[in-house]
């Protein structure tokens, strides 16, 4: 199937549509109490879906994904479903019908034939931009065609050998499994002649590639003051005898750029950003996807692999080469150009700052985010054993009973504000469970759910945009079930065991906390812990008392109640 066919035109619509509007989720979970969309997701092959909201029009789409990317361009399935909201029925609709539902909540203008019209060459207009992104960063007076940039001519010269391939043959953004033909071919010849399994060749191929495109960008950029754009539709491939990537090239005509012409004053942090997102985001990213989407080999292993090739040229150009580390890159949002009906010179450029994938191989935890449905992940016995306090991943097939029964005690409706109909709380935790960033946790004592706590990486939280965070910051929000009996220290003890499991990984930089202000019984509670205030924080729900909290002003602050509790009772038999 050819990269801009119609198939993939749309997928490349629904996935812009995704990174630049924000009413949706990605759900997996089958509902219980939700028959009509439990039947309908059991109705097809997929098991992975994303359910957006239709504002304007007071409906909803669910639609299924065939591959879900962890770099945030899927590919869907060919059979979505309409809902009014407030009803129970779903239709199962086309791709067609599907989009015409999408760009009228939001662009209401464009009408169905205009809108075929532009998906007929939606991908080659999104590409084309896409290589003419340069000249939104510098001025025209300072730029250069590739063919008359006499210092990278030199450059192109010391290349190996001048038989490349054109690296958008082997994939691109948006294609589904058969735009990457060429490149499974390529990784299945170099497995067959090094008579190795598929799963170690493609992480040999990839991880050789990687570092090519790495050290011939940053060379050029850092030691021959050259700056283009690296993107999957401006490098060419040459491949040494083995069938490995031995050399990355800039043949064509893209525009170029020689940092010494520059005045003195210009702002090249700009150009970092550039060069970060159209390496990363618009060509890396796009290589793991479609290594990943044939299935040779998991995106989280090849992001492991990119984080090594990183490493290794930042420690080749010492430090300048940090600007790859920034935790979100700034990406043009293609949508106003490619639909609304404007001259090139009237659009406002507008950027959206997308997460850095590989952030996650030194800061995420999967085992904290991700832990399995009612597993129990830590527990310690206090008051000489009497009460065993204990935390385990959420599991929806039994706590959903128990929460709902929770949040609609009189006691509890004016502090959770989450009481309703169990059908309605049940679509707020899978919509949770579906998120990569936060788990909600229960918490027993003596085996029975007494509290939930909720543990987020907030550097994709909302709360990540008030503060100035730390890659490796994580927060939590805790809430305690109304207690039958009074247990004296019970929510210190169960904050300290929770946080003990917490800190336990690597990984876990610093605990956060934003408890309101309002609170104050939750404030002296976390800074009982070791959490220090920081600063008042304005979000736009409430006023929080932002708090930070070290694995070692942790441990001190416990200290004494971990000494006179433990981790495991031995009974004598």
């Known amino acids: ?57 007071g409906s909803v789409l669910y639609y299924p994904l065939t591959y879900h990317s962890l770099t945030g361009f899927h590919l869907f399935g060919p059979a979505p479903a309409w809902r009014k909201e407030g009803t129970d029925v779903l239709t199962v609709i086309t791709p067609d019908v599907a989009l015409n539902h999408l760009i009228r909540e939001i662009y209401p203008d464009l009408s169905k034939p205009a809108l075929q019209r532009k998906l007929e060459d939606l991908g080659a207009a999104y590409e084309h931009s896409l290589s003419r992104e340069l000249e939104h960063y510098v001025p025209q007076e300072y730029l250069i065609p590739a063919e008359a940039n006499e210092a990278l001519t030199r450059w192109q010269e010391k290349a190996p050998n001048d038989d490349f391939h054109a690296s958008d043959l082997f994939f691109n953004e948006f294609g589904d499994q058969d735009a990457c033909s060429l490149l499974q071919g390529a990784i299945l010849s170099f497995s067959r002649g090094k008579e190795i399994g598929t799963e170690k060749a493609a992480g040999q191929w990839a991880q050789r590639y990687m570092y090519q495109l790495l050290k011939s960008t940053l060379d050029l950029y850092l030691k021959e003051g050259v700056l283009l754009s690296p993107t999957y539709l401006h490098t060419g491939l040459c491949l040494d005898d083995d069938g490995l990537p031995e050399q990355i090239v800039f043949p064509g005509t893209q525009q170029t750029l020689n940092l010494a012409l520059l005045p003195q004053n210009f702002n090249r942090e700009k150009l970092n950003t550039f060069l970060a997102a159209h390496l990363l985001a618009h060509h890396l990213y796009p290589l793991i996807r479609a290594v990943g989407m044939i299935g040779f080999l998991s995106e989280e292993r090849l992001l492991e692999y990119l984080n090594e090739e990183l490493n290794h040229v930042k420690k080749e150009h010492a430090g300048k080469a940090d600007f790859l580390d920034a935790v979100r890159l700034k990406v043009r949002a293609s949508l106003p150009q490619l639909l609304e009906k404007k001259e090139e010179e009237e659009y406002t450029e507008r950027y959206l700052h997308v997460h850095n994938h590989v952030i996650n191989t030194r800061y995420y935890v999967p085992e904290l985010i991700k832990p399995g449905a009612g597993e129990v992940v830590h527990k310690r016995y206090f008051n000489n054993g009497e009460l065993e306090i204990a935390i385990r991943g959420f599991n929806p097939e039994t706590d959903i009973e128990i929460l709902h029964e929770w949040v609609n005690m009189d006691y509890t409706k004016k502090f959770w504000e989450m009481d309703g109909p169990i059908k309605d709380l049940e679509e707020a935790y899978i919509k949770h469970l579906g998120v990569d960033y936060s788990h909600p946790y229960i918490g027993t004592l003596n085996g029975e759910p007494i509290f939930t706590l909720e543990l987020y990486w907030a550097i994709k939280d909302e709360v990540g945009k008030y503060y100035p965070f730390h890659p490796g910051d994580y927060g939590f929000h805790m809430l305690i079930a109304p207690a039958e009996r009074r247990i004296p220290n019970f929510s210190y003890y169960a904050l300290t065991m929770c946080m003990e499991h917490f800190f336990s990984f690597d990984k876990l930089h610093r605990m956060i906390g934003e408890a309101s202000a309002a609170h104050m019984g939750t404030h002296n509670l976390i800074t009982k812990v070791g959490c220090e205030f920081n600063k008042a924080l304005v979000l736009p729900y409430k006023t929080s008392n932002l708090t930070f909290c070290l694995r070692e002003q942790f441990q001190e602050a416990v200290k004494d109640v971990l000494e006179r509790s433990c981790t495991n009772i031995y009974v004598n038999i």
Request: glycine fraction near 2%; aromatic fraction near 14%.
């Open 1 to 57: 199937m050819a990269p801009h066919d119609k198939n993939n035109q749309i997928n490349l619509l629904l996935n812009l549509i995704l990174r630049e509007y924000n009413h949706w989720y990605y759900f997996d979970l089958l509902p219980k109490y939700d028959e009509d969309l439990a039947a309908y997701m059991q109705s097809g092959a997929e098991n992975a879906f994303i359910k957006i909201s239709l504002q304007q029009a």
